[in-house]
């Protein structure tokens, strides 16, 4: 069954590929290469495909093809607001490199990435409008300025460590959970679902959204990729959740030896297994892991009384392996 | 008469100062600090004016106070967005000052700069998908999609001393005409006008747009205002319209000295006075003028076959005033 759910899932995430290139249509060459290179630089498109198959969820097989393309160009405007985001993220970060390679800004520049994430936004908020469909204007605008109030947040928390479980929640909600959550309603809107359904996909991608992004942060730590993205929360101090967890059970020199390593300005490889196997033994990934798990099965249940068919399958397919990833 | 004008445009512009300051709602202060510090830093209120201008030269004088407020809200919009664009500059340019006092980037830094820069933005494009009107989120988004993509080329042109009349245009055009186009194109929608009106509107604001910014230009060399601001094209050696025509009738030894002006790193009050003298004694001021002119009268020109009343001679007499004023 797994095989068959991957292959479907293969042939969605080619068509979603083949759109993003097709609306990336610039008429000067300088933009669509920067765009292309965040764009393309091994994203799981995991945004785009929860749009279509919300979409697809409430929908008959024999589609309309002019109506399958509008929906999978709307599908990739979440791929180009969070490739935006990701732009300037690395700007404000000063990040050097980005999914193992090297971060745009450091080829060319932090001028042309600010911009140029700019572009990324307003194309995603020209597709949109190109739906000319008032109620998905208004969840993306809703969206979008959550998560821009979010950016700054996170911003000013960046000294704190001291973050409690409840701050690093809105943080990841604003920082994620808002945009997954937009796909899947949005995907349920061009559905055609009733209000209660597309109610029920909003919640279902919130959910999957804050698991996705606990996730991700268990995964800087843990992750099986050796890249140079490995560690890079723990070397720009960030705290996360399996430090918050872990914060509260170690002990008083624990605390303070895992404190110290975050703070400081340069790291090692040491330091880092250090951290880590303080963090492990107080049970932060553990711990993480079970509420990443607890908001996997909260979402599930969004879907229980919603029509069963391939498409739901398939979005339980997805959670589940949004929870297991190794990378 | 010209009192009379001034009167109603004050009333105006108090009604729009008022509605810019309860919009900016963040609930985190530190937003809606940053954001005040730009959009109350001493503009024109040019974009949102003629929007509202724009919206009462098609309505009766006894509106709905719920519908009035509606035009002031939409009205702001511009300013936000044009506020959002200012941040982002500054940091694209490493700008010291705006306006005559510290650009936010020197007081909150690159990374905060930005991302209220984003908020700006978004929250923009939300009091837009609050009308629910397609077609004036058609505009908007077409906006700024033309507005980004030329952020990106005037970077990409900053090296270049050797800008046509047609590519200058084409970067005024969209860094200030197409907004500009915008917020009278919108207020004409508001206005309830039909096609054809709303597509005349469009154009006043597009040659009106592309008047104010070669003013801009021509008062970046001869403004009577002595702040910060003075010269700051000629000191990061922007190549702006006097330059262009005065470059085309400069004698071999002129141009040379003037483009070697331009490249400096670092220039004083005396390279300023002496790029000054060249571009004047080869017509630049007077041509560019001229030009400025021009598109005044194209824009007054789309006003003709419109309702006479007192906003349509409200718009006349703006077009006048930014053809002449001195600061």
Same mark, same amino acid.
């Given at each position: 069954?797994?095989?068959?759910?991957?292959?479907?899932?293969?042939?969605?995430?080619?068509?979603?590929?083949?759109?993003?290139?097709?609306?990336?249509?610039?008429?000067?060459?300088?933009?669509?290469?920067?765009?292309?290179?965040?764009?393309?630089?091994?994203?799981?498109?995991?945004?785009?495909?929860?749009?279509?198959?919300?979409?697809?969820?409430?929908?008959?097989?024999?589609?309309?093809?002019?109506?399958?393309?509008?929906?999978?160009?709307?599908?990739?405007?979440?791929?180009?607001?969070?490739?935006?985001?990701?732009?300037?993220?690395?700007?404000?970060?000063?990040?050097?490199?980005?999914?193992?390679?090297?971060?745009?800004?450091?080829?060319?520049?932090?001028? @042309?990435?600010?911009? /140029? !994430?700019?572009? %990324?936004?307003?194309?995603?908020? $020209?597709?949109?409008? #190109? +739906?000319?469909?008032?109620?998905?204007?208004?969840?993306?605008?809703?969206?979008?300025?959550?998560?821009?109030?979010?950016?700054?947040?996170?911003?000013?928390?960046?000294?704190?460590?001291?973050?409690?479980?409840?701050?690093?929640?809105?943080?990841?909600?604003?920082?994620?959970?808002?945009?997954?959550? @937009?796909?899947?309603? /949005? !995907?349920?809107? %061009?559905?055609?679902?009733?209000? $209660?359904?597309?109610? #029920? +996909?909003?919640?279902?991608?919130?959910?999957?959204?804050?698991?996705?992004?606990?996730?991700?942060?268990?995964?800087?730590?843990?992750?099986?990729?050796?890249?140079?993205?490995?560690?890079?929360?723990?070397?720009?101090?960030?705290?996360?959740?399996?430090?918050?967890?872990?914060?509260?059970?170690?002990?008083?020199?624990?605390?303070?030896?895992?404190?110290?390593?975050?703070?400081?300005?340069?790291?090692?490889?040491?330091?880092?297994?250090?951290?880590?196997?303080?963090?492990?033994?107080?049970?932060?990934?553990?711990?993480?892991?079970?509420?990443?798990?607890?908001?996997?099965?909260?979402?599930?249940?969004?879907?229980?009384?919603?029509?069963?068919?391939?498409?739901?399958?398939?979005?339980?397919?997805?959670?589940?392996?949004?929870?297991?990833?190794?990378?």
């Amino acid at each position: 069954m797994d095989k068959e759910f991957l292959k479907i899932i293969k042939s969605e995430l080619d068509l979603i590929e083949t759109t993003l290139k097709n609306y990336l249509d610039s008429q000067h060459p300088f933009i669509n290469q920067v765009s292309e290179y965040i764009i393309f630089s091994g994203g799981k498109r995991i945004r785009p495909l929860l749009t279509v198959l919300s979409a697809k969820l409430f929908l008959s097989e024999d589609l309309d093809s002019n109506y399958l393309e509008t929906i999978y160009r709307t599908s990739i405007l979440f791929e180009y607001l969070h490739a935006a985001t990701l732009l300037h993220d690395d700007v404000v970060d000063s990040a050097e490199f980005r999914r193992g390679r090297k971060a745009a800004r450091n080829i060319w520049g932090n001028q @042309a990435t600010i911009l /140029v !994430g700019d572009y %990324l936004y307003a194309k995603a908020l $020209r597709l949109a409008s #190109l +739906l000319e469909n008032i109620k998905i204007m208004d969840v993306i605008t809703q969206t979008t300025l959550l998560m821009s109030e979010g950016e700054v947040l996170q911003l000013l928390n960046l000294d704190n460590f001291f973050l409690t479980e409840a701050q690093y929640e809105e943080v990841i909600f604003r920082k994620t959970a808002v945009l997954i959550s @937009a796909c899947c309603e /949005v !995907g349920a809107i %061009l559905g055609g679902a009733d209000e $209660r359904e597309c109610l #029920l +996909l909003k919640d279902f991608g919130k959910y999957l959204g804050l698991a996705f992004q606990i996730v991700d942060d268990l995964l800087d730590y843990l992750s099986e990729e050796t890249g140079k993205d490995l560690g890079k929360d723990f070397k720009e101090g960030k705290v996360t959740l399996p430090v918050i967890y872990a914060l509260k059970i170690a002990s008083e020199e624990e605390k303070n030896t895992l404190l110290n390593l975050l703070k400081m300005p340069d790291t090692n490889k040491k330091d880092f297994e250090t951290a880590k196997k303080i963090i492990e033994k107080n049970k932060g990934f553990t711990k993480s892991k079970e509420r990443a798990k607890h908001y996997i099965n909260l979402a599930k249940n969004c879907l229980k009384n919603l029509p069963n068919n391939l498409y739901k399958d398939l979005l339980i397919f997805i959670s589940d392996y949004l929870l297991e990833r190794k990378k």
